[in-house]
């Protein structure tokens, strides 16, 4: 028996906000389409079909072959998610161990919406 599974994907963008802090910022996201934060409205566009240009899937084959992936990980809250990225992005030589704390706090910053 095949079990579909509905998939949730948000792009976050590490920005500085208005009060000097740096805060992730949801810029995107995908609900079986994709929507985009609508400048100055503070509201969600409306769904669609995303299309992808060749470069970017150049870029995202770049970024699979020398990154890191993590798929289907256990843990369940943020910290024990951050340092397993932190923790594989050292096995495979793209950090050194001693930014694992810089990476990590940063990893870590609040969130919010673009609005």
């Known amino acids: 028996m ?7 994907v948000e792009l976050d963008e590490l920005t500085y906000c208005e009060d000097g802090h740096l805060r992730w910022v949801e810029k995107c996201r995908w609900i ?3 929507e985009d934060v609508e400048e100055g409205a503070e509201k ?5 079909v995303a299309s992808l240009s060749f470069r970017s899937l ?3 084959r770049k970024c699979l072959k020398r990154g890191a992936v993590l798929l ?6 943020a910290a ?13 030589d793209q950090l050194e161990p ?3 704390k810089a990476v990590l706090q940063c990893l870590l910053l609040k969130r919010r919406l673009a609005w």
């Open 2 to 8: 095949h079990c579909h599974q509905q998939m949730f």
């Open 32 to 34: 079986k389409y994709e």
């Open 44 to 48: 969600w566009g409306k769904p669609h």
């Open 58 to 60: 150049v870029d995202l």
């Open 72 to 77: 289907d990980l256990p843990d369940e809250d």
């Open 80 to 92: 024990d998610i951050g340092r397993a990225i932190v923790d594989q992005l050292v096995n495979i």
């Open 98 to 100: 001693e930014d694992k």
